[in-house]
């Protein structure tokens, strides 16, 4: 599969719909941050940078402060495919994040979600 095309993506371009995917089905836009912040250890700041200077996904986990490293947690189908059997690096990290903005759309708790 290659995937150069969706690693070239501007993240700033994507985020709006993470957001109202979550928003749609009642959840909240801090919720969404909170689950990036968890998974790629941005915080406000940086993550506010991220979206200014519209990086694409691949600097967008290429430059994560740390993964956190309860990813392995994360488990199921996203897109058709098991997030926990896809070999690339980096779209395994793109579809981390489609699952945990999926489980919030579906309605699991943050507890749940954050694999605590």
């Keep these: 599969m290659i995937n150069t095309r969706v690693y070239k ?5 994507v985020y ?6 979550a928003e749609k089905k009642g959840r909240t836009k801090e919720e969404v941050d909170e689950i990036i912040f968890w998974l790629t250890g941005y915080n406000q ?4 940078e991220i979206l200014e200077n519209k990086t694409n996904f691949e600097d ?4 994560a402060p740390q993964l956190n490293p309860n990813v392995s947690k994360i488990t199921g189908v996203i897109c058709g495919y098991r997030v926990e059997d896809i070999e690339d690096p980096l779209m395994q990290k793109i579809r981390y994040l489609d699952k945990l903005v999926d489980e919030l759309a579906k309605g699991k708790v943050m507890e749940k979600i954050l694999r605590k």
Excluded: C, D, E, H
């Excluded at 993506?9 to 371009?13: D, I, L, P, T």
């Design 60 to 63: 967008f986990f290429g430059q």
């Design 9 to 13: 993506m501007s993240f700033a371009g």
């Design 45 to 48: 700041q940086t993550f506010q």
């Design 16 to 21: 709006p719909l993470y957001v109202a995917k």
